[in-house]
Every structure is written in structure tokens, then in C-alpha cells.
């Protein structure tokens, strides 16, 4: 059964990661909090997703990012189940969660706001569905520890490394993509901080998934819809 867990709060806005750690060491910290499988409740296809895609005005360069992003989500989803690593992966959720992952970057980026957090309050009213926006509110940062054998988190942790493996609308490694961010937006040395734990965590992540997976996903790629590692 795939379910969402609520998690605790912290208290501690500077680091939520480290100050969770101390919280929730082991999954019977979590709190007794589950729900139906994410197929129960309404799941938009790929069309859908393009519809709310015309109705939140997302850009063409964004659009072209979520799909590259899609694809290496459904890819890892795909090895994760034909591993055994993910049995309880709903493909059409990892599908939505990927393609909405970004639906609020432009009203942020032109009104201010995080988009992470806007784009999963968007997502759940508009799908309804908290595991789809639980994956797109997490896709920056994952403030908890990184454990994949945690069924609730596997598809927030799937989405999470996908988007830190495409730079604009092209697969590349961890290094590259971070190294952008840094160009980018690294304005300050607390931005540049934050973007190296974020590197740190993402690494963290491709370490986890390659060790479940039994693929290094270092330069793994899709290739018709599958990983294939090393692919031009």
C-alpha cells in the first residue's frame, strides 16, 4: 500500500533536516498516520497535467523541464518495481507528481513565494490527491532523513533526485546541475550554503536508490522509458 505519513514539526527553521533527524530516528518514531493507496484517490493523466499546465500559464521552457523530468521519474519507477524495490509504486502518481512538480516556479519567480510549497497547495486542490503534492512539495529539499525502504517516501525521494538530474530540458549529472545552481543563484554565501547541502543531500539520495536499485545512477539515463546507465 502506498500512504502518506504526516511528520512532526521541528521547530528548528534552519535545519529542519538535522533537527528531524533527532526526532524521527526509526519509522516507529513516526506517528501511527496512514492512508488509502494513492490510487484511490483521483489521479490526473498526462493529458490532465497539460491542462493544468494551460490553466497556470507554465512556460515553455518549464514545461519542457517537467517532461525530462517525468521521464527520468518514470524511468527509476519502472527499475524500482522491476527490482521489487518499489512494490508499492503507483506509476500514473509518480507520473502526475513529476509532470506538476514545477507548476508554480513562474508565479513565484514573477510574484515571490516558494514554489515548492505553492506548487503542492495547487496540486492538492486541484487533484485532491496528497500523495501527488506531497512530491511536489518536497522536490527542492527533503527535510527528513533519506531512507528509501520507507514506503511513504519513496515517490517524494524519486521526484526529488529526477529534477536534481535535469538542467533546464537535458539529463546531466548531480555535479553539473549543481554547479548551475550555484552560477545562478548563488547571489550570497548563506544561497551557496543551502545549495551545497542540497547537493549533499541529492548525492545522499543517488547513493540510497542506487544501493535499492542495484544500478549506479550516477550517469544512468532512460532510453525507452528504462535506465540505462552510461547511455549517450
Same mark, same amino acid.
Given at each position: ?11 528548528? $527553521?534552519?535545519?529542519?533536516?538535522? +533537527? %528531524? ?6 519509522? &516507529?518514531?513516526?506517528? !501511527?498516520?496512514?492512508? *488509502? ?35 527520468? $521519474?518514470?524511468?527509476?519507477?519502472? +527499475? %524500482? ?6 512494490? &508499492?509504486?503507483?506509476? !500514473?502518481?509518480?507520473? *502526475? ?35 501527488? $503534492? ?99
Amino acid at each position: 500500500m502506498t500512504a502518506t505519513v504526516e511528520m512532526p514539526f521541528t521547530g528548528d $527553521a534552519e535545519t529542519p533536516r538535522e +533537527a %528531524a533527524a533527532r526526532r524521527c530516528m526509526t519509522v &516507529d518514531d513516526l506517528p !501511527p498516520i496512514s492512508f *488509502a493507496p494513492s490510487h484511490a484517490w483521483p489521479v490526473p493523466d498526462a493529458a490532465a497535467c497539460h491542462a493544468l499546465w494551460d490553466r497556470y500559464a507554465m512556460p515553455d521552457h518549464i514545461r519542457a523541464h517537467s517532461s525530462m523530468v517525468a521521464e527520468m $521519474a518514470m524511468a527509476l519507477a519502472r +527499475a %524500482a518495481l522491476a527490482s521489487s524495490g518499489g512494490a &508499492d509504486l503507483h506509476l !500514473p502518481s509518480v507520473l *502526475a507528481s513529476a509532470l506538476l512538480h514545477d507548476i508554480a516556479k513562474d508565479y513565484t519567480i514573477r510574484h515571490g513565494g516558494n514554489h515548492a510549497q505553492l506548487g503542492g497547495a495547487w496540486t492538492l486542490h486541484e487533484t485532491g490527491n496528497p500523495h501527488i $503534492a506531497q512530491g511536489v512539495m518536497h522536490h527542492v529539499h527533503w527535510p527528513w532523513r533519506v531512507d528509501v525502504t520507507v514506503t511513504e517516501w519513496f515517490l517524494p525521494l524519486i521526484i526529488i533526485y529526477a529534477d536534481k538530474r535535469v538542467k533546464h530540458d537535458r539529463l546531466v549529472t548531480l555535479e553539473e546541475r549543481f554547479d548551475d545552481l550555484v552560477e545562478r543563484y548563488g547571489r550570497t554565501e548563506r544561497i551557496r550554503e543551502r545549495i551545497r547541502e542540497s547537493h549533499e543531500q541529492a548525492v545522499d539520495i543517488e547513493r540510497a536508490l542506487s544501493e535499492r536499485l542495484g544500478i549506479a545512477l550516477h550517469d544512468a539515463a532512460p532510453r525507452d522509458g528504462e535506465l540505462a546507465v552510461n547511455a549517450d
